[in-house]
């Protein structure tokens, strides 16, 4: 059973950090692609950063330069940096998992808000 689980999420004020995790089980995680989504009501949802197997990291432009995306293959978990976070930035935050472009799982997602 495939289960992608983010951690991390929570409120903030404008300007602070926050780290999302977001830790998988029942696939050879080395093997897919990871991503960090953001959903607001109403909304699709959006990419907001992704990573290859191979470590090529790709960002939506809004949070390039402020949010970084990394992984660790030994403990099968992505992470999502998130530095200089503003209210805008305000969303669930979801986790994907990619494999040769056609499977996919999703994580059940982690509510960030950036608010004063």
């Known amino acids: 059973q495939v289960q992608l689980v983010e951690s991390g999420g929570g409120l903030v004020q404008p300007g602070e950090s926050l780290r999302l995790s977001c830790a998988a089980s029942?696939?050879?995680?080395?093997?897919?692609?990871m991503a960090w989504y953001r959903q607001v009501p109403g909304k699709q949802r959006d990419l907001v950063a992704h990573?290859?197997?191979?470590?090529?990291?790709t960002y939506a432009d809004s949070v390039k330069g402020r949010f970084i995306i990394s992984r660790d293959n030994a403990k099968n978990t992505v992470y999502l940096q998130m530095n200089s976070l503003k209210p805008d930035n305000t969303a669930v935050y979801y986790c994907?998992?990619?494999?040769?472009?056609?499977?996919?799982?999703w994580g059940q997602g982690t509510r960030v808000t950036v608010s004063s």
């Open positions: 029942g696939v050879r995680f080395s093997m897919y692609n």
């Open positions: 990573i290859t197997t191979g470590d090529t990291t």
């Open positions: 994907k998992a990619e494999f040769l472009g056609s499977v996919s799982y």
